[in-house]
């Protein structure tokens, strides 16, 4: 069934939200995704027959990853210190609550994904290169434990 209104993403940039607080600006995310085990029921007939039946298996909801791609270096210098707490053990303060925000070309808000206990697993600076002029590709991967549209 269509949506009410028919209308589709466009958007031209997408901002982190930590705790009600932004983060960062990125170029990229993907990862945004709901998902759910699946398990097969495999069952003999009298008759000889097979029968098969696809199941949820458990969590309706299972954890998953987003990635977000940047070029911005004071995202880099907020991300590190969020990725430190993990590298530090400090795990338990390093998961919070936080928002995707999709922003379309005029910087309004098009729609929003939240995530709940979402903690940084990895943080990648591209490769630096000193005959290059362009600039560096930052990467995020953002383990979550729920995600849904707001």
Same mark, same amino acid.
């Given at each position: ?14 901002? =982190?939200?930590?705790? /009600? @607080?932004?983060? !960062? ?7 945004? *995704?709901?998902?759910?085990?699946? &398990? ?27 990635? =977000?791609?940047?070029? /911005? @270096?004071?995202? !880099? ?7 430190? *707490?993990?590298?530090?053990?400090? &795990? ?31 943080? /990648? ?26």
């Amino acid at each position: 069934m269509p949506g009410k209104d028919e209308e589709f993403y466009l958007g031209n940039s997408f901002a =982190l939200e930590v705790d /009600s @607080v932004s983060v !960062a600006l990125f170029t990229e995310v993907s990862g945004l *995704e709901s998902a759910t085990d699946v &398990t097969e029921i495999v069952q003999q007939m009298k008759d000889g027959k097979t029968w098969k039946k696809r199941v949820p298996a458990g969590d309706a909801n299972k954890p998953g990853t987003l990635t =977000l791609k940047t070029k /911005s @270096v004071g995202a !880099a210098e907020a991300l590190w210190k969020w990725r430190k *707490e993990i590298i530090d053990g400090k &795990t338990n303060d390093a998961m919070r609550n936080g928002s995707i925000i999709i922003y379309d070309n005029q910087m309004e808000e098009q729609g929003r994904w939240n995530f709940v206990k979402g903690w940084p697993s990895k943080l /990648s600076i591209g490769a630096l290169s000193a005959g290059s002029n362009d600039a560096v590709d930052i990467e995020l991967s953002l383990e979550y434990e729920q995600l849904a549209p707001a």
